[in-house]
C-alpha cells in the first residue's frame, strides 16, 4: 500500500481500526463470516463489497477452506 494511501496512515496509525484491530482472532472470524454469507446470497448493512476501503479477499484458496470450515456449522 502506497504511504499516500489515506488507508495507509490508518493501518499505521492509532486508532481503533487499525493494523492490530483487524489481525485479532474474533474479528478475522467475524469477517470471514462475513465474506462466508455473503457467498451465500445474505446480505445485511454489514455485508458490502468494500468496507470503509478495505476488499474483501478473493483467493481462491483461502475460499476453499473459509467454505470447508463455515460449511461444517450449517
Known sequence: MEEGNPLHAQMNGKSKF???????????FARSGEIYLNQKGIKN????ESYKGFQYPNDAEYLRELNRYFNTFF
Not at 487499525?18 to 478475522?28: A, V
Not at 448493512?45 to 458490502?48: A, D, P, T, V
Open 18 to 28: 487499525n493494523l492490530g484491530y483487524y489481525f485479532q482472532p474474533t474479528e478475522i
Open 45 to 48: 448493512s454489514f455485508l458490502k
